[in-house]
Nanobody, 126 residues
């Protein structure tokens, strides 16, 4: 059974950095076009795609984080990462790790992902 567990969230000052991790088990990321991603949801807002990566190394980023965030996956460690630099208060949200059940590439669309973690909170203060 697929299990995703996020970690690395916390409180940081604007301009700072955090690295989120998602330990996954029971998921075959190496399958062609299979993707994992990070989504976030701020209070009063809908969940939105932040970054995604597929097994071929293709990536996709939301415009709001492009140039600041980097997604990567270490298959040997079964861990997905999100390196977040130059954090802004608007990055404050619950961050969720997700994996595709039906492999379709690095999509930022919520419905493209079938497996979800419980989330880790990121709070950026000014």
């Amino acid at each position: 059974q697929v299990q995703l567990v996020e970690s690395g969230g916390g409180s940081v000052q604007a301009g700072g950095s955090l690295r989120l991790s998602c330990a996954h088990s029971g998921y075959t990321f190496s399958f062609s076009s299979c993707s994992m991603g990070w989504f976030r949801q701020a209070p009063g807002k809908e969940r939105e795609g932040v970054a995604a990566i597929d097994s071929d190394g293709r990536t996709n980023y939301a415009d709001s984080v492009k140039g600041r965030f980097t997604i990567s996956e270490d298959n040997a460690k079964n861990t997905l990462y999100l390196q977040m630099n130059s954090l802004k208060p608007e990055d404050t949200a619950m961050y969720y790790c997700a994996a595709q059940r039906y492999c379709s590439g690095p999509s930022l669309v919520l419905s493209a992902f079938g497996y979800w973690g419980q989330g880790t909170q990121v709070t950026v203060s000014s």
